[in-house]
C-alpha cells in the first residue's frame, strides 16, 4: 500500500481463477459507484489501464489470474473508497469466482484418427444436418441498420445523442423489470445482469456519443462502432470467458437498435463463391435470402435441431453445427473452412493431412449422392413390382422447393403449426392463403397434403389463450380446440381452399378419436365451400379430406370413418404413445416407446387392411415412416405412401428395389407373432441379412493402388469402400468399431500385413475389404515392421454369427504365415484375381 499525496494506490495480485471476467468486474463496479472519486485499474502485465466505472473496460485490460494490479483513486472522497475497495478487493474479490453453470452439451464427441493425426486445432458443434462442407467464412452480422439510416450523416448530432441516450434508459428499465419478475431463473438473472450492466456501461454510451458527436453519425452508426471497438477488445482476452461477453455486448446492442429504429431492415445476405455461413443467430429470412447454389455450410453459435432454420437448412441439405461457442468470434470472414457436420467439427487450420482428410470425406458423399441421385425422378418400386410413393413432410412452404429436388412425389404432411409460432397474434388468412398458395405453387402439380392446426399437448403457442393441463398430451389438442377457436380455424380453412386453386392440395385432420370431429370439420368445410361459392372464389369443390391415425379410438372405426373422408395417414409418433401408454417426450419411459412392439406392428397392419377394405389410401408421416430399417415391415402391410423428413426420401426409394414384398410379408407374418421387440428385432435383422446376403469379397471392395499415409487413413479408407459398396449404412459408427478393436492390440500381424477387423452391428454382411497400399505405413505391427498389405474384415454382430469372425481371422492368419500366399497376394495383376485366390485359399465358397 502506497499512500499518494493526490492518489491513493492499492497493489494486489488477481485471485480469480478464471481472471477478471464480467461477474466480479460487475460487483466491483457495483462497489466503485458508491464514490464520487476518480478510480482506476492498472495491469502492470500489460499496462493497460481500465476504468472502474465501466465493466467493459475492466474486463477488457484482460486481468488473468496471478496478474499484479494496482487500483488508483483520487477525489474528494478518496480516503473512504480507498478503504472500501481494499475491504472488497482483500475479503470479497477472491470469492466472486464460484463455478458457471456449464455451457453448450454438445455430446459425444469423436475425433476422427485422420484429423487428430493432422495435429489442427477445430471447433466442435452439434451436428443437426450432416455432410460437409468446404467455403469462406461469411460472417452473419447480428447487428444491422436499416438501409436508410446505414451510413447517414446527421445535422443535429445533440438531437442524436439525446436519442441513443433515452434509448438506453428505456432498455435498463426495460431489464430491471424482467429482473424482478418471479418467473425469471437464477440463469437468467445473471444473463440479464451481465447485460444491464453493459447498458448502464459509462465507456460504452461515452464512445458511442463521442462519435457522434465527433463525426455527425448517427446514432445506430455509433452504436455499431461502439460494439467493433469494445468486441475488439474482448476478442483480444486470453479467458473464455471474457470472449463469451461479446455475446452480452451483441445482444444489447442490438436491442438497443431496435429501441432506435424498431425492427431493422432487409435480411438479405449475399454470397458470391462457396460460403460457409457463421452466425450467432440466423433467421429464416436470413437463410432463405442466400443462394443455396453457394452455402456449403451452416454453423451458428445458438440453435437447435428443431429451430426454424435448422429445419430449414435440413430440407435443402445444407451441413450445419449448431453450439458451434467461438464461431463468430474466432473466425475472420473469408477465411477457408470445412465444416464436418458428420462428426460434428469445423476446421480452420488446414494443412495438408486435412486436405488428404477430406478429400476422403468427399469421394464417399459423391459415390454416396451419385447412388442416391438415380432415384430422384423415379418411382420407388420392389423387385416384385410394388409401387411406393415417397412424399415429403414440411413445417414451412419454402421446403416444398427443395424436398421436391430430393425426390419427394408431393408433400404428405405441412405441419401448420410453425405458422401460429413466436408471435403473439393468430396468422390472418390471407398470411396462411399466401403460405398454402406458395406450396402448392412450388409443387408443381404434385399433392400437398395439408393438415390444420395441431396446438396443444407440447406444441404450445402464445397467440391462443390456452391453459396449461396437468396431462396435455391427453388434453386440449389437434381437432378438440376447433369448435372453441372455430373463427380461426374458418380462416384456415378459407386459406386452403383457396389456395387449391393453384395445385392439387389436400386436408387432413390431426387427433381425431371420433367421427363426430370429422363430421364437424366436414360441416365447417362444406360452409366455407358455400361461403366461397358465393363470394365467386374459384377453389377445388373435389379437395380430398382425411384423416390423421393418432388416436387408437381411430384406428377402430375405419368404415365408419370412410363415409367421410378419402384417406388416412398414421401419425405413428402420437399413435405410439397412447397405444402403449407412453409419453413420447419422457426419457425416463423412452425404452418403453418402441414402434416395433409386435402389439404395434399389428395395429399398424390391421389399419392398413381396414383402409384398403374400404378403398381409402393410407399413408405413413410419424418417425417410423423414415426409419430405413423399418421399410420391409412396411412394404409387407401393402401401404401406399410414406412421409418422411426430406433427407430420408432418397435412401428409401434407392431401398425399396432390395425387397421382395412377398418375402416381407412372410417375415412380417412372423413379427406378429414374436413375444418382446427384442425378437422382432431379431427376426427383422435376420430377414435384412438374408436380404443384403451379398459374397463375403468381391471386386468392389478390392483396390491394389491404396493411397494412405497412416493407419487413420487406412482405417477410414476402409470404412469407405464398405460404406460406398452400401453394406453400411454409416463409415463413422463402423470406424468406431474398428479402433475399438485396435485399442485392444494392434492388428499389424507381421510381414507387413495388417487385419483390422470388428464384429459389428453397423454392417449388413459379413465382408472383407482388401488393399494393397501405394507406400506402406506403421502399424505397430507385432514384428515392428510397417505394412503395404490390408485385410479390413468386418463381420455382423448377430446371434447367429457365433464365431464366423473367428473362423475367417484365423484362416486368414493361418495363410499370411506362408510366404507364397503373401508372395502371391501381393503380385497378382487383378481385383478379380484376388477375390477367387482369396475364395480358394479362405475356403468361402
Ligand atoms: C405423429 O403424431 O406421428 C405426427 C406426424 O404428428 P406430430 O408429430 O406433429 O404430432
Ligand atoms: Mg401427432
Redesign the pocket.
Known amino acids: 500500500m502506497v499512500p499518494h499525496s493526490e492518489c491513493l494506490e492499492y497493489k494486489f495480485t488477481c485471485p480469480l481463477p478464471n481472471g477478471l471476467h464480467a461477474r466480479p468486474a460487475n460487483l466491483l463496479e457495483q462497489v466503485v459507484s458508491e464514490f464520487r472519486s476518480t478510480i482506476s485499474l492498472l495491469n502492470l502485465s500489460n499496462n493497460k489501464v481500465a476504468n472502474t466505472r465501466s465493466v467493459l473496460s475492466m474486463v477488457g485490460a484482460d486481468i488473468k489470474e496471478g496478474d499484479e494490479c494496482i487500483i488508483k483513486v483520487s477525489g474528494e472522497d478518496k480516503e473512504t473508497a480507498y478503504k472500501e475497495l481494499v475491504r472488497f478487493i482483500k475479503n470479497e474479490l477472491s470469492g466472486c469466482d464460484d463455478a458457471l453453470p456449464e455451457t453448450a452439451v454438445v455430446g459425444d464427441l469423436y475425433i476422427p484418427p485422420v484429423l487428430a493425426a493432422a495435429d489442427v486445432s477445430f471447433y466442435t458443434g452439434m451436428p443437426v444436418v450432416a455432410g460437409f462442407g468446404r467455403g469462406k467464412v461469411v460472417h452473419v452480422e447480428a447487428l444491422k441498420l436499416p438501409a436508410n439510416i446505414a451510413g447517414s450523416t446527421v445535422d443535429d448530432p445533440d438531437t442524436e445523442i439525446a436519442l441513443l441516450k433515452d434509448a438506453v434508459t428505456r432498455l435498463q428499465a426495460e431489464i430491471s423489470v424482467k429482473l424482478k419478475s418471479p418467473a425469471v431463473s437464477a440463469m437468467e438473472k445473471e444473463i440479464l445482469g451481465a447485460q444491464y450492466s453493459i447498458a448502464a456501461d459509462e465507456e460504452l454510451v461515452k464512445f458511442a456519443c463521442d462519435r457522434i458527436s465527433g463525426s455527425a453519425v448517427n446514432a445506430g452508426t455509433a452504436l455499431l462502432n461502439a460494439f467493433e471497438h469494445f468486441s475488439a477488445i474482448l476478442r483480444d482476452a486470453c479467458s473464455e470467458l471474457i470472449r463469451e461477453r461479446i455475446v452480452d455486448l451483441q445482444d444489447v446492442c442490438s436491442q438497443l437498435l431496435k429501441m432506435l429504429y424498431g425492427s431493422c431492415g432487409s435480411d438479405k445476405i449475399v454470397l458470391d463463391g462457396p460460403s460457409v455461413c457463421v452466425a450467432e443467430n440466423l433467421t429464416p429470412s436470413q437463410f432463405i435470402s442466400m443462394d443455396k447454389t453457394h452455402l456449403k455450410a451452416l454453423a451458428t453459435v445458438n440453435g437447435s435441431s428443431t429451430s426454424h432454420v435448422v429445419i430449414l437448412a435440413r430440407s435443402y441439405g445444407i451441413p450445419t453445427l449448431v453450439g458451434v461457442k467461438d464461431a463468430c468470434v474466432g473466425l475472420s470472414s473469408g477465411q477457408e473452412v470445412f465444416v464436418d457436420a458428420n462428426y460434428g467439427l469445423l476446421v480452420y487450420e488446414i494443412n495438408e493431412k486435412v486436405e488428404r482428410f477430406f478429400a476422403l470425406e468427399d469421394r464417399m458423399q459423391s459415390c454416396h449422392e451419385e447412388h442416391l441421385s438415380a432415384y430422384v425422378d423415379k418411382t420407388a418400386s420392389s423387385a416384385d413390382g410394388f409401387t411406393l410413393k415417397v412424399v415429403a413432410n414440411i413445417a414451412l412452404a419454402a421446403e416444398v422447393e427443395a424436398a421436391m429436388a430430393r425426390g419427394a412425389e408431393g408433400v404428405g404432411l405441412f405441419r401448420t403449426e410453425m405458422l401460429f409460432m413466436d408471435r403473439s397474434d393468430v396468422p390472418s388468412e390471407e398470411e396462411h392463403f399466401a403460405e398454402y398458395k406458395a406450396a402448392a405453387e412450388a409443387a408443381d402439380g404434385k399433392p400437398v397434403t395439408i393438415r390444420t392446426f ?1 396446438i396443444g ?1 407440447d406444441k404450445e403457442v402464445a397467440c391462443l389463450d390456452l391453459v396449461s393441463e396437468e396431462n396435455p398430451f391427453l388434453g386440449y389438442r ?1 381437432v378438440r380446440i376447433y369448435q372453441e377457436y372455430e373463427t380461426v380455424f374458418k380462416s384456415q380453412v378459407r386459406a386452403i381452399l383457396r389456395a387449391s386453386a393453384f395445385g392439387k392440395l389436400k386436408i387432413m385432420i ?2 381425431v378419436t371420433c367421427v363426430d370431429e370429422v363430421i364437424y370439420v366436414k360441416g365447417v368445410l362444406d360452409s366455407v365451400m358455400e361461403e366461397l361459392s358465393a363470394e365467386s372464389v374459384t377453389f377445388d369443390a373435389d379437395i380430398e379430406l382425411g384423416v ?1 391415425i ?1 388416436v387408437p379410438s381411430a384406428a377402430f372405426i375405419i368404415p365408419q370413418l370412410a363415409e367421410y373422408v378419402s384417406f388416412v395417414s398414421l ?1 405413428t ?3 405410439t404413445q397412447y397405444f402403449l401408454a407412453v409419453d413420447r417426450g419422457n426419457k425416463q419411459v423412452s425404452s418403453l416407446y418402441q414402434n416395433r412392439h409386435p402389439g404395434f406392428l399389428w395395429l399398424v397392419n390391421n389399419i392398413v387392411e381396414q383402409a384398403h377394405s374400404c378403398s381409402l389410401k393410407v399413408s405413413m408421416c ?1 418417425e417410423m415412416a423414415g426409419q430405413l430399417e423399418n421399410l420391409p415391415l412396411l412394404l409387407a402391410t401393402g401401404i401406399d405412401e410414406l412421409s418422411v423428413a426430406a433427407p430420408a426420401i432418397l435412401p428409401i426409394k434407392a431401398a425399396v428395389g432390395e425387397y421382395e414384398t412377398s418375402l416381407c410379408r412372410d417375415m412380417l407374418d412372423k413379427a406378429l407373432k414374436a413375444k418382446t421387440v427384442k425378437h422382432v428385432n431379431d427376426i427383422l435383422s435376420e430377414f435384412s441379412t438374408q436380404n443384403s446376403e451379398k459374397p463375403v469379397i468381391q471386386v468392389s471392395l478390392v483396390d491394389l493402388d491404396a493411397d494412405c499415409i497412416n493407419k487413420p487413413e487406412v482405417i477410414k479408407y476402409v470404412c469407405n469402400v464398405l460404406f460406398c459398396d452400401r453394406r453400411a449404412a454409416n463409415a463413422i459408427d463402423l470406424e468406431k468399431d474398428f479402433w475399438r478393436r485396435e485399442a485392444v492390440y494392434s492388428t499389424g500381424l507381421g510381414h507387413g500385413i495388417a487385419v483390422p477387423h470388428c464384429k459389428t452391428s453397423f454392417i449388413k454382411c459379413n465382408s472383407i475389404c482388401v488393399l494393397r497400399l501405394k507406400q506402406p505405413v506403421e502399424w505397430e505391427s507385432l514384428d515392428g515392421e510397417p505394412v503395404d498389405m490390408i485385410f479390413g474384415m468386418t463381420i455382423k454382430d448377430v446371434e447367429q454369427a457365433g464365431n464366423a469372425h473367428m473362423r475367417i481371422f484365423s484362416k486368414l492368419a493361418r495363410n499370411i504365415m506362408h510366404e507364397e500366399f503373401r508372395d502371391t497376394i501381393r503380385n497378382l495383376g487383378s481385383e478379380q484375381a484376388i477375390v477367387e485366390y482369396l475364395f480358394e485359399k479362405l475356403e468361402l465358397a
Open positions: 395441431d399437448g389437434g390431426p387427433m390423421n393418432e401419425g409418433n402420437d399413435l410419424g
